[in-house]
């Protein structure tokens, strides 16, 4: 990561959770590691009423529970929050921007930075254009005085034509490169390390196609439910909240055809070829191709979890899916009639992310294997937790005979010795404070994306016999998610056992 110009970023939503928890925590770390410019402040702007110091105490208490640094002090944290100045602003007004223009001409004369802002929109989407319009028209999206870029977190629109609607609009007051739509995925390095794996090895990159690779599975489980954010997730659903980003640019990188160079567009590029080569599902086969589920009460390792329709701030009514899975098919080249498998859920039995490559079984088993040990080689790349690469592959059982014994290589980034893995944010930050949008989503990512998606929206808006399908709090989702995948004998991966204590799996 380098170290970029001196600069002003300007936080919107400061007195939120997505700043507390994550944005301030990661700008700290970079402050720790060296890579904030000489000259670096922070301005929050928010509704609340509170005082410089109010907000500074805020979130020297957000970087001491959620930041990863080992090194915390007194004497650092006063040294890093002495930078943090707060706005009380209504953001929804445009007439309040003026106060904003003052406090950072203010700010560039007495901090001497230079010009250059960072705009990061961590606010509910419905503020984005009234944000963007007001920052415009009192200039401060003009870069004839230092660079000015904004950043804008998910979700990107809620289906195609709002998503559209938004580009449009933020092209009419700043050009694409200005823009930086986050995704915090790209920001993990495990997923960062795709583009290695597939491209610095001479090894797996001629495996990698239809001729040896049976299908592909993607998962990213929680095992939280929605927690405090209820009345938001009740309005996305898993669709909008985790497949439309996260996992399909995690199936980008995974189908992606190698990109000339490292450039943000050559990479960026290939990623939208495979968006564009996804074999659309028609709205009268989403039931064939999707599962929806929703969890219900159960008990967890003696502790009673609540269904998603009795916590707070949802529909008790609602049909907005915890949990989808989704066959679908690449239609070019290099994967044409390999099924793609993803699914998502909360209140699953563990938190993990994953990418697994099943490879095709070898045409002729010479050797004595039981059902289990049968399945052919996997290569499993763990996003998180405990990141790293796995491979299981057959062996001889020790002893008389030629009996297969499935085993594992197993590579954590953790035992690489003094290597600190940074968070997402911390990464991502960086990127944009040096204007690198490598690992941010272009304007036609995104859309291509939604429109994948939008039969799947309608289809389950249009058609309410369409099922939304319970499962028990702490199991791996609805059982019928299984019949999605193709071939005798296969299933999803579990990397753990379902942990609900009782509970039967119903219909809602
Ligand atoms: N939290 C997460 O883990 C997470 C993860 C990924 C993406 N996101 C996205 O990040 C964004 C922020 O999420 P969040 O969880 O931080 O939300 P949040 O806790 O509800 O915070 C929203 C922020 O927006 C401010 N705000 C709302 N209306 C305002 C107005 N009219 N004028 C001034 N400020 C206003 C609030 O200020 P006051 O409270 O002072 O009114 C608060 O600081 C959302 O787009 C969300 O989808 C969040």
């Known amino acids: 990561m380098k170290i970029p110009d001196n600069l002003v970023f300007v936080l919107f939503g400061a007195s939120g959770d997505l700043a507390f928890r994550k944005i301030i ?12 410019p000489e000259k670096f402040e922070i301005i929050g702007v928010s509704r609340s009423v509170m005082s410089d110091l109010d907000f500074r105490e805020k979130l020297k208490k957000g970087i001491t529970s959620f930041s ?26 445009p007439s309040e921007y003026v106060k904003l223009r003052d406090k950072l001409a203010e700010t560039d004369i007495n901090s001497g930075t230079g010009g250059n802002y960072i705009f990061y929109l961590a606010t509910p989407p419905s ?50 490169e200005q823009i ?24 797996f990159e001629p495996l990698w196609n239809r001729n040896y690779i049976n ?25 909008r909240d985790m497949v439309q980003n996260h996992l399909l640019q995690m199936v980008g990188l995974t189908a992606m055809e190698p990109p000339s160079s490292m450039n943000p567009d050559a990479i960026r590029n290939e990623i939208l070829k495979v968006f564009q080569s996804f074999q ?29 329709r009795y916590e707070k701030g949802v529909d008790p009514n609602s049909r907005t899916e915890t949990f989808v899975a989704i066959k679908f098919y690449i239609n070019n080249w ?11 859920g909360k209140r699953l039995p563990t938190r993990v992310t994953e990418i697994v490559i099943h490879f095709k079984p070898t045409p002729h088993f010479l050797f004595h294997v039981n059902d289990i040990d049968r399945s052919a080689n996997q290569l ?38 003094n290597i600190r893995l940074p968070e997402a944010y911390e990464r991502l930050l960086n990127d944009v404070m040096v204007g690198d949008s490598t690992l941010y989503s272009r304007d036609d990512t995104v859309e291509t994306a939604w429109k994948f998606l939008e039969p799947i929206q309608n289809g389950w808006s249009n058609n309410p016999a369409i099922k939304v399908f319970g499962y028990p709090c702490g199991t791996w989702g609805p059982e019928t998610a299984n019949d999605l995948i193709e071939g005798k004998d296969l299933t999803w991966r579990y990397p753990c056992k379902n942990l609900a204590d009782d509970g039967l799996y119903c219909e809602l």
């Open 25 to 36: 925590p990661a700008i700290y770390s970079l402050k720790i590691h060296l890579l904030l």
């Open 68 to 93: 990863g640094e080992q090194n915390i002090t007194d004497e650092l944290l006063i040294s890093f929050t002495n930078h943090i100045t707060y706005l009380t602003l209504d953001i929804s007004s």
């Open 127 to 176: 503020l984005y254009t009234i944000i963007a319009g007001s920052l415009s028209s009192i200039g401060l999206s003009d870069q004839s005085v230092g660079f000015r870029r904004f950043i804008f977190e998910k979700p990107f629109g809620y289906d195609l034509k709002s998503c559209k609607e938004l580009n449009k609009k933020l092209h009419d007051l700043f050009a694409e």
């Open 180 to 203: 930086f739509r986050i995704d915090h995925y790209l920001g993990k390095e495990t997923v960062q390390n795709l583009l290695v794996t597939r491209f610095s090895n001479g090894m």
């Open 215 to 239: 299908y592909i599975e993607i998962t990213s489980a929680e095992s939280i439910g929605v927690e405090s954010r209820g009345g938001y997730y009740d309005k996305a659903g898993a669709l």
């Open 280 to 308: 659309p599902i028609v709205e009268d086969e989403v039931d064939k191709y999707v599962i929806r589920g929703q969890y219900t009460a159960s008990r967890v390792r003696g502790e009673c979890l609540t269904g998603y």
């Open 334 to 344: 290099r994967w044409g009639g390999v099924p793609f498998y993803i699914r998502t």
């Open 380 to 417: 499993i790349i763990r996003i998180q937790p405990d990141e790293g690469i796995l491979l299981k592959f057959g062996m001889k059982e020790p002893g008389a005979g030629f009996n297969v014994k499935n085993v594992s290589m197993d590579f954590h980034y953790s035992e690489l010795a």
